[in-house]
């Protein structure tokens, strides 16, 4: 596709069930970041990956949290044990250049996770 | 490290009235500045930057922010918007990158701007 694209766009979990968000960057794109945005607020950044090497995950709340990118392409957020704090729009941007370069950063549309 | 404070959590103006979303930022050491915006139901879009340079950018939509550097802010500003203007917007900043820094942005916590006829 021409964007990002995430997957799915609305999930709804029980407390302590896992769950898994996909991310679909632009072909090409080297530079995948995740950001968190609860509502009412602005993205927090998660981590971010560089092809296949995940080279900051200082963003990550918890160890509950585990993103991965095995293959420098398709990205998953993974949530385990999901908690009500965890309720929130996940969003998925990429880039075509290394990380610092000043091209412009393209987001999808985010996943809302609620957390009963 | 980083941060950006947006000072106005909603907007309310006319439409063909002029608007200005207000962003400051702080940080030690010089940054570069964005403003996303976010249609109804729609990701985060870049609207301009300001990496270096002339102080005063301008988007294709009329929008345009100045980089004032004594007062630490980046106003987006409008002389006369529309309703299609009518969305959340969101100001940025990262540091250039140089020992380590990965550029990563960091936003503010957004303006909702509501354009009525």
């Known amino acids: 596709g021409a964007g990002v694209s995430q997957s799915p766009r609305y999930k709804v979990a029980k407390r302590g069930q896992d769950v898994a968000l996909r991310c679909d960057p632009i072909?090409?794109?080297?530079?995948l970041f995740w950001y968190q945005q609860a509502l009412g607020q602005g993205p927090e950044f998660l981590t971010y990956f560089q092809n296949e090497a995940q080279l900051d995950k200082s963003g990550l709340p918890s160890d509950r949290f585990f993103a991965e990118r095995p293959e420098g392409s398709v990205s998953t957020l993974k949530i385990q044990r999901t908690q009500q704090e965890d309720s929130a729009v996940y969003l998925c941007?990429?880039?075509?250049?290394?990380?610092?370069?000043?091209?412009?950063?393209?987001f999808g549309e985010g996943s809302r996770l609620t957390v009963l | 490290a980083q941060s950006v404070t947006q000072l106005d959590s909603q907007v309310p103006v006319f439409e063909e009235a002029p608007v200005e979303l207000r962003c400051n930022y702080s940080s030690s050491v010089s940054v570069y500045l964005f403003w996303y915006v976010q249609y109804p139901n729609q990701g985060l879009q870049l609207l301009l930057k300001y990496l270096s340079g002339s102080t005063l950018v301008e988007s294709i939509n009329g929008f345009e922010a100045e980089f004032n550097k004594s007062q630490t802010s980046f106003h987006l500003r409008k002389p006369s918007v529309h309703i299609s203007d009518t969305a959340e917007y969101f100001c940025?900043?990262?540091?250039?990158?140089?020992?380590?820094?990965?550029?990563?942005?960091?936003f503010g916590k957004g303006t909702k701007l509501s354009v009525k006829p």
């Open positions: 941007a990429s880039k075509f250049e290394r990380v610092g370069g000043t091209g412009e950063l393209f």
């Open positions: 072909s090409g794109h080297v530079s």
């Open positions: 940025a900043v990262t540091r250039p990158l140089y020992g380590g820094s990965q550029g990563n942005l960091i």
